[in-house]
């Protein structure tokens, strides 16, 4: 059963608009939460994060927001740039707790179109 | 520079042929882990270590073997691999229920 889903596979947004990414959570007991952006041929790499104390953190163009009650978050790009096409994770932890392993969603293919 | 390195990035091999792909890391992180990416499956766990000669299995870790005898090295050993097992592979270091530093991910192929 997945306890982090990224529920679209892809998105498709113009250049210079917002682009919003959603990610839902099973698991109650998650307390941080990241997102990865993934370029092929390439590794992740680690875009922005957020405790579960807080319900918005900002770094830029990237915004993350977090729902606790409804077990949700999602990215803003904004603006979106052609550079931000690639593949976007969405991951959790129980970063307080013992195990401390990321989950990952299955990710969503962002495409900015010039 | 602070990386995550592994080796090889590209290897195409037979069925049944023991392979190992090293993985290092020089940031001095504690936990290390290796996934697997499949299309349409995103990232999945095979085996996750907190610390050294401390390993544990993640989601998919059938056909896997790791050991952490060393900080810095997490190498992922496949004793008999089966064309199942293709695909790409990212090994990363990071504090433990925080960010995760990935390497450049190895492409394996098993005929």
């Known amino acids: 059963d997945q306890q982090v889903k990224q529920n679209s596979p892809s998105l498709s947004v113009q250049e210079g608009r917002i682009s919003i990414l959603n990610c839902d959570y099973t698991n109650s007991m998650f307390d941080y939460f990241l997102w990865y952006k993934k370029y092929p041929a390439e590794g992740p790499t680690f875009l922005i994060s957020?405790?579960?104390?807080?319900d918005k953190n900002e770094d830029g163009r990237f915004t993350v927001f977090l729902n606790k009650s409804a077990k949700h978050l999602s990215l803003h790009i904004v603006p979106s740039q052609p550079g931000d096409s690639a593949v976007y994770f969405c991951a959790a932890s129980d970063y307080g707790g013992s195990q401390g392993n990321l989950i990952f969603g299955k990710g969503t293919k962002l495409s900015v179109k010039p | 520079e602070a990386q995550v390195t592994q080796n090889p990035r590209y290897l195409i091999t037979v069925t049944g042929k023991k392979l190992t792909v090293t993985c290092s890391q020089n940031m001095n992180h504690e936990y290390m882990s290796w996934y697997r990416q499949d299309p349409g499956l995103g990232l999945r766990q095979i085996y996750y270590?907190?610390?050294?000669?401390?390993?544990d299995k993640g989601d998919v870790p059938e056909g896997y073997k790791v050991s952490r005898k060393e900080k810095r090295n997490f190498p992922l050993i496949l004793e008999s691999p089966s064309p199942n097992q293709t695909s790409l592979y990212f090994c990363?270091?990071?504090?433990?229920?925080?960010?995760?530093?990935f390497g450049p991910g190895t492409r394996l192929t098993v005929t």
């Open positions: 270590s907190m610390n050294v000669e401390v390993t």
């Open positions: 957020i405790s579960s104390i807080k």
């Open positions: 990363a270091s990071g504090l433990v229920g925080g960010e995760q530093y």
